[in-house]
């Protein structure tokens, strides 16, 4: 049987079952009805034909109903399963049929053709039952069909066969009733079926509408738990990252180097953890939106190649190769990209061995490579490697959630990047980013160093979080950055310190939540204002979802927390170097 037969016969099922139910609830209503009708025309046989006839009538007619109610009651007494709904049907229909015979065959036996009335009395008799069969036993057809073929037609052809002179069309007129009571009978269980449907529906709609409204409390709850926790966790982690950034700078000795390098993996273990939950709930919420613009692609790889070889620990970058091309993507997402696949790299691949990182023009697009010498990927985790929640490699995995290479989709798909794999077990496992080229330039490999400052003119910076230990590790970076630095932990302290200052800033690196009723968006403005001029920021914050009030048309950009250093340089680099001059 295929899958639509298979799916026909469970809806069949599934409907005898509700059917069998309606008939066994309407055993009583049904056995009174059916009283009635037996009463009403015995008194009427009484009066017409004889009292002796009227009451063997009442007395097999009322014997008809008892079994029908004892039958409905009592059959099936543990409820109708699908084990039993066969059989109970089946026995319902034998003695809806027994009880049109019973019906029928008392109607020609009372007709007397000397009297006239007892030939109406006899189809009054079959037409009252058939009549009223028609709505308890309207659930299932086949009942109706068993009760009206054993009483009409035996009536209908006695009478046309034995009837004298004109009182034989009586008989014919049977036979079309009868046939009209099918057609009837029909529509009536099409009209059974939608209600039946149509309860169904009802139900399972409620159970549904139930089920939503707890799946959407439960989300709610994972949303309000997930972003305070996301808040909570990510400003620790940011001031740990820029105060590790900035001590690199003053460490003398290898060992100090070594150990700092240790300190600055398992740091990088927490901030994954928390970045990967709060990057999938932000991509699956709409909360990332690209910002698309004209990328210089050699600038930004050699910024990554910096940051991932002044870790000595882990395998070299060799082949690092970047054809100087412009690329049209979202410079942060792209380094997010990047870096998770640079950082799966390394992690998968043994000291001895090397990664290899370049890019170079092809058509229309710029395709970067990402190459490493591991144990490689086998075609069947290939296959599953970027869902959510999957990491390979056995009991020897690195530790994490295995939301890595999800990101990396997720944020492909949303930057319209294609991103391929070849991998084999014991070969090495080799990416591929094809990324729309904005305009090609002059074509060969760049040059690897970039030891100059990263910004021009010793920007003016205006830092502003709540968070004290957050504010001294940025600043310190900053410094060492050669950006000018004003800090602040409120809205009120950095408006009066900007109100001091002759010049105005350059940038505003801003806290979305500053604290109770004071709102980083807000002291955007009023920055803004005070200095009359549209200057740069960034927003920086801890929270999921969207912002409310922050609109990337007002020359802000929005950095979640924790921050990578490489990322806040890229986005600062990338704001200062789009500003206008009057308002740079």
């Known amino acids: 049987m295929d899958q639509p037969e298979l799916l026909e016969s469970e809806d069949l099922a599934l409907l005898r079952m509700e059917q069998a139910r309606l008939l066994k609830e309407r055993a009583w209503g049904s056995s009174v009805l059916v009283e009635f009708i037996v009463v009403y025309t015995a008194v009427i046989m009484a009066l017409v034909n004889s009292r002796v006839i009227a009451a063997v009538w009442f007395a097999l007619g009322t014997t008809m109903v008892v079994v029908a109610y004892f039958f409905g009651k009592f059959a099936a007494r543990e409820g109708i399963t699908k084990e039993n709904v066969s059989g109970f049907l089946r026995g319902h229909r034998i003695v809806s049929a027994v009880t049109g015979l019973v019906w029928g065959g008392f109607a020609i036996y009372q007709i007397d053709y000397a009297s006239e009335l007892t030939i109406f009395l006899g189809c009054l008799t079959v037409f009252s039952i058939t009549i009223g069969g028609l709505l308890p036993s309207s659930a299932y057809r086949a009942t109706y069909i068993a009760l ?7 009536l209908g052809f006695y009478i046309a066969f034995t009837a004298p002179g004109g009182l034989a069309l009586l008989g014919m007129g049977v036979i079309v009733y009868y046939l009209f009571a099918m057609f009837i009978s029909a529509r009536v269980e099409i009209d059974t079926r939608e209600t039946i449907a149509a309860r169904n529906a009802r139900t399972l709609n409620e159970k549904i509408v139930t089920q939503n409204r707890l799946y959407l409390q439960a989300s709610e709850e994972k949303s309000r738990f997930l972003a305070a926790t996301s808040h909570d966790l990510s400003q620790p982690l940011q001031s740990q990252g820029f105060f590790m950034k900035a001590l690199r700078d003053m460490l003398e000795t290898q060992s100090q180097h070594d150990m700092l390098d240790k300190v600055e993996e398992s740091w990088r273990a927490q901030k994954d953890l928390l970045q990967g939950i709060v990057d999938v709930s932000r991509i699956d919420s709409g ?28 395998p070299p970058l060799d082949k690092v190769q970047f054809d100087d091309v412009e690329v049209e993507t979202d410079p942060l997402l792209l380094a997010r990209i990047l870096r998770n696949l640079l950082s799966n790299a390394r992690k998968f691949t043994p000291q001895d061995g090397h990664v290899s990182f370049y890019a170079e023009r092809v058509g229309q697009i710029a395709r970067i490579t990402i190459s490493d010498s591991g144990q490689g990927i086998s075609q069947e985790d290939q296959d599953r490697i970027f869902d959510e929640y999957v990491r390979v490699g056995g009991e020897g995995a690195t530790p994490g959630l295995g939301l890595g290479l999800s990101i990396v989709q997720r944020l492909c798909e949303l930057l319209d990047i294609g991103i391929d794999l070849r991998s084999a077990p014991g070969e090495g496992t080799t990416f591929y980013l094809s990324v729309p080229l904005a305009g090609a330039k002059a074509e060969g490999p760049a040059a690897i160093a970039n030891d100059g400052d990263p910004f021009d003119g010793a920007p003016l910076v205006v830092l502003v979080d709540d968070e004290p230990a957050v504010t001294e590790a940025m600043a310190a970076v900053l410094t060492s950055w050669k950006c000018q630095v004003i800090s602040a932990s409120s809205s009120k302290q950095a408006l009066e310190i900007v109100a001091l200052t002759e010049s105005d800033p350059a940038l505003l690196l801003i806290d979305k939540r500053l604290g ?36 990337e048309g007002d020359a802000i950009i929005y950095l979640n927390k924790p921050i990578e250093p490489g990322d806040l340089q890229v986005a600062m680099q990338d704001m200062l170097q789009n500003a206008h001059p009057a308002n740079a």
């Open 148 to 154: 009206a073929s054993t009483s009409l037609p035996p």
């Open 287 to 314: 909360a990332i939106v690209p910002r698309i613009v004209p990328v210089k692609l050699a600038e930004e790889c050699h910024k990554l190649v910096d940051e991932f070889t002044s870790n000595e620990r882990s």
């Open 516 to 551: 109770p009723d004071d709102d980083g968006v807000d002291l955007i403005a009023a920055i803004r204002e005070e200095c009359n001029a549209q200057i740069p920021a960034i927003l920086m914050s801890g929270n999921l979802g969207n912002l409310a009030g922050y609109n």
